[in-house]
């Protein structure tokens, strides 16, 4: 099946009991037993639910995964992920990482004995300098936020192959329409659903997709024991979500290609982050691992301090500015006051995010209407 049947069918049938098209929404927390223990394969809302079921089986479809889990929210499901590990094992991952999941490691996990390594992943050979006896996991992010910097999955793959290293990456910005990291060789695909996947920013949510069978009984044992599932209101917006995602991103990508060549050609603009260029340093990469170039562009001012910045997004109408990313409305953000607001003044800058960048989620509105919003925004 290809990208767009799956993201309808995908993992779906008509539902067993009425043959309604849509799976129901099972707003149950527990099933009526014949006998004790003998039930139709649902005891209990934590470990199965058929609303969330229908919607695990749609993300490994669109993954071209085996197994899918959904979670209440992205960073619980990155959370799963670190329940794998034991004290005293390492993990390796980028610099360019959401801030989330850089609290999580180094706010949570350091404590249970946990060793991070983050290390500047553009030079992908590098990460093997990190590797010991002890790495258990390489957690990467490709394209990272809000830099656009694109990492090479199959040299990471190739490089967590040899040393039996697990692979896990956030898929996030990418989706599955423009990339499937388990066929270059990840083992473990992460996405904060509540971004492009949900698409409608009306929910919050997060999956794993794997293809190990064994892997796979680890993570349902974790979702189950430690109990970050998604409830099933949730999980039926999602996946109603998931139908639309192909043509979506159709648009997320055109309005981005237009918006990131508008800033490119515009006099109060001094760079542009967008891998479709042909001088974005890793375009090459970007070009044979990603379908096209997704929604996501930052760019920075020519003028360089907060204040215009801030005054560029306060003129922003159709642009609304606010956290997150990935619904079908553009949003625009601030990532060294929101974002990256924790992270100090100095290595903030050293990543890029210096005080005139602007990070734009790229929506599905016309885009004429996009460019006439940036063009009396940028007019400072
Ligand atoms: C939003 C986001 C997360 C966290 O997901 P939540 O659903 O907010 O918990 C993780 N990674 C990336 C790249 C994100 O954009």
């Known amino acids: ?48 639910n058929p609303t969330r079921h229908a919607l695990e089986s ?69 990460i093997e300098n990190y590797v010991t006896s002890k790495t ?76 190990d069978e064994e892997l796979a009984k680890q993570l349902y044992f974790i979702q189950n024991a430690s109990g970050a599932i998604c409830g099933p209101q949730d999980a039926f917006l999602v996946l109603r979500g998931i139908k639309t995602l192909a043509v979506r991103m159709q648009r997320h990508c055109e309005n981005g290609a237009a918006i990131a060549k508008y800033l490119a050609s515009h006099s109060n603009v001094k760079d542009v982050y967008w891998p479709g260029f042909d001088n974005h340093p890793n375009h090459t990469v970007a070009k044979s691992q990603m379908k096209d170039y997704g929604g996501m562009v930052s760019f920075t001012l020519i003028s360089e301090t907060y204040e215009t910045a801030i005054k560029v997004l306060e003129n922003l109408r159709v642009f609304t500015l606010a956290e997150s990313l990935g619904g079908v409305e553009s949003l625009v953000g601030h990532p060294a006051s929101m974002t990256h607001g924790s992270i100090p003044k100095k290595d903030r800058e050293s990543l890029g995010i210096v005080d005139s960048l602007i990070r734009l989620s790229v929506g599905i509105e016309d885009k004429e209407d996009l460019i006439e919003d940036l063009e009396q925004a940028l007019d400072f």
């Open 58 to 126: 749609a993300f490994a479809s669109l993954e071209n995964g085996k197994f899918g889990l959904a979670f209440g929210s992205g960073l619980a499901a990155i959370d799963a992920v670190l329940k794998l590990l034991k004290p005293y094992d390492e993990v390796i991952s980028t610099s360019d990482l959401y801030g989330g999941t850089y609290r999580l490691f180094t706010n949570i996990y350091k404590d249970f004995g946990i060793k991070f390594h983050f290390v500047n992943m553009e030079e992908a050979m590098s």
């Open 1 to 48: 099946m290809k990208f767009n049947t799956k993201a309808i069918h995908g993992g779906q049938k008509p539902d067993k009991a009425f043959s309604s098209v849509m799976p129901p929404i099972y707003q149950t927390s527990t099933y009526a037993q014949a006998q004790p223990g003998k039930h139709k394969g649902y005891a209990y809302s934590r470990t199965h």
């Open 136 to 211: 258990k996991l390489i957690w990467i992010e490709t394209p990272t936020n809000p830099m656009m910097n694109i990492i090479d999955i199959e040299v990471i793959a190739d490089i967590a192959k040899k040393h039996s290293i697990l692979f896990a990456i956030d898929n996030t910005f990418a989706t599955p329409y423009l990339q499937t990291p388990l066929d270059l060789g990840a083992d473990i695909v992460m996405h904060s659903a509540t971004k492009y996947l949900g698409g409608h920013s009306d929910v919050i949510m997060g999956a794993l997709v794997v293809n």
